[in-house]
């Protein structure tokens, strides 16, 4: 395929019940093929009917994370551009909405030539050729497949089927199935082999025949839990793969690299053992190593579930081990903030992430009011950027009815809705989304962090900074030290008197990676680690 590349697939699955980590169990058999120099490249399938994943709610679905192409996907892929080191696009994200558009616009052009459609053939087709054109048009030696959901979920049938005919189409050498499920303690500590080997039943009944199991589990796998998976469940012993709980995901490949998954893989695919990088290994090694810790607040109105700040969690981290220290995060509710008399948030940094919405912003904003008047380091993106800039315009400048027209009608609305949003009336993929080119004025913290002139980062954002205001802002002291569009779109502020008081409107936080950590977050928790060590 492409340049004489043959395509190697390998599909993950999940049984037993959904959140089990099949997304950091993917992400990390990728890291492992990466190390080994073979070009890897990720799909996720989420069988849900929604076009993408822009106009879900975070407190169900956790984060939503925006790819460079301005795609909004699931959390996962955001896992697989952290552990392979690759940045994806849309066609990378396969929805059963997407399909189903596909073989209904198809349909109507009459290219199925008068033809009943169904599921199998014309739908499960679709999906086959969908994942085959995305393996080809990369040149991916490996295409790596995960499967959203529980094997056995009613929408997730035609996914199973296209994979089972792709499993009989492709060469034996050139298909994997791992499927993870999860190995429970019963009441007297005892690992439970039951759900896996239902799961794996359940499987067997549509065609499929796993070639790996991971068993997530508390503590490792027993090996007479292994052999017993193995026997029930018709693999080899050292296809069985313990994946017990880490201290941290990042941990995971190399857990698996000790159980010699990789090993397996190669054998069974018939791949070359090539070179064995050990970046990453060193990356978790220094990790591991960090002695010295800062704590960051983090403000927001989902914090009941920590998945809505994942891609931000893990930039804190990634500046943490760039910094030389271990980022804690406190996880603050803006909405409490509201309540109380007097902000008091016990800290070394405090940062205000994204958002939508009137909630919780007056305590987002009480937030950032006091980070500025304690000089603690404050770190604000796409929505608390927004506010941060509203605070300076009320506490600073002396406009108390200044405000976004997002959140209110207002004579000072500092923060405004984007000219060609202003007709837009669907939801769904009508942000500002995706890569866009930033310039950073010489000579500022933005400069000095990034190094250069010229950078891309991802946005997803209707409202922007009303330009008509900004001479106001500059006079009092604060700087626009990043803009867009030639100059009409303010893209970072940050306010000099204080040691870091920094925002962003895009979010850094999508193109941080471990080894490559994102330029702001970087500063931000040195900021931190020199507030608390001051």
């Known amino acids: 395929m492409g340049d004489g590349v043959r395509t190697k697939y390998i599909m993950v699955t999940g049984g037993v019940m959904s959140g089990l980590g099949k997304g950091i169990t993917a992400a990390s058999i990728g890291r492992l093929l990466v190390d080994m120099g073979y070009r890897v490249i990720p799909i996720k399938v989420d069988p849900y009917l929604n076009i993408d994943a822009g106009t879900m709610n975070p407190f169900q679905h956790g984060e939503v994370y925006v790819l460079k192409d301005g795609t909004e996907v699931d959390l996962d892929l955001g896992h697989y551009e952290r552990f392979i080191g690759v940045e994806v696009t849309g066609d990378h994200n396969i929805t059963t909405g997407k ?40 040149n991916a030696e490996i295409c790596l497949v995960e499967i959203g959901g529980t094997v056995g979920d009613i929408e997730g049938m035609p996914f ?70 193995a026997l029930f469940c018709d693999v080899p012993v050292e296809a069985v793969i313990s994946a017990e709980d880490a201290s941290d995901i990042y941990e995971v490949p190399l857990m698996f690299r000790e159980e010699k998954l990789d090993e397996y893989i190669v054998k ?155 007709e837009v009336d669907k939801l769904g993929g009508t942000m500002r989304l995706g890569d866009i080119e930033v310039t950073i004025k010489p000579g500022t913290i933005a400069h000095k962090l990034y190094g250069r002139e010229k950078v891309y980062e991802r946005h997803r954002h209707r409202y922007e900074v009303n330009p008509e205001f900004i001479p106001d802002f500059e006079k009092h002291g604060l700087v626009f030290s990043g803009y867009s569009d030639g100059g009409r779109r303010m893209e970072i502020m940050e306010y000099p008197k204080n040691r870091f008081f920094f925002g962003t409107q895009f979010h850094p936080e999508f193109k941080s990676r471990p080894y490559s950590p994102s330029p702001p977050f970087v500063g931000f928790v040195r900021a931190a680690l020199e507030y608390s060590e001051s």
């Open 99 to 138: 399909i189903y558009r596909n073989v209904i616009e198809k349909e109507r052009r009459g290219d199925y030539l008068g033809q009943t459609v169904q599921i199998i053939p014309h739908v499960t087709d679709e999906i086959k050729s969908w994942i085959r054109r995305v393996a080809r048009e990369t």
């Open 160 to 229: 199973y089927e296209a994979i089972r005919q792709m499993h009989n189409e492709e060469n034996e050498e050139d298909f994997l199935l791992v499927h993870v499920t999860l190995v429970p303690l019963d009441s007297s500590g005892e690992q439970k082999t039951k759900p896996t080997q239902h799961s794996v039943k359940e499987l067997r009944s549509i065609g499929l025949q796993p070639d790996v199991i991971v068993g997530r589990c508390k503590e490792k796998l027993l090996d007479g839990t292994k052999r017993k998976i």
């Open 268 to 422: 069974k695919l018939k791949l070359e053992k090539r070179r064995q990088s050990d970046e990453w290994e060193q990356m978790v090694r220094k990790l591991k190593s960090l002695e010295k810790e800062v704590t960051i607040a983090v403000v927001g109105k989902y914090i009941n579930v920590k998945d809505s700040y994942l891609s931000i969690r893990e930039a804190l981290k990634h500046g943490g081990i760039a910094a030389g220290c271990k980022v804690n995060v406190l996880w603050v509710d803006s909405e409490e903030l509201e309540k109380v008399d007097e902000v008091a948030i016990d800290a070394d940094g405090i940062l205000v992430p994204g958002g939508f919405g009137q909630r919780g912003s007056a305590g987002k904003m009480r937030a950032i009011q006091y980070a500025r008047e304690n000089d603690i380091p404050f770190l604000g993106i796409c929505f608390g950027f927004q506010l941060a800039v509203i605070e300076f315009a009320r506490h600073v400048i002396g406009w108390e009815d200044a405000n976004s027209s997002e959140l209110a009608e207002t004579e000072h609305a500092v923060i405004d809705l984007l000219p060609e949003q202003r």
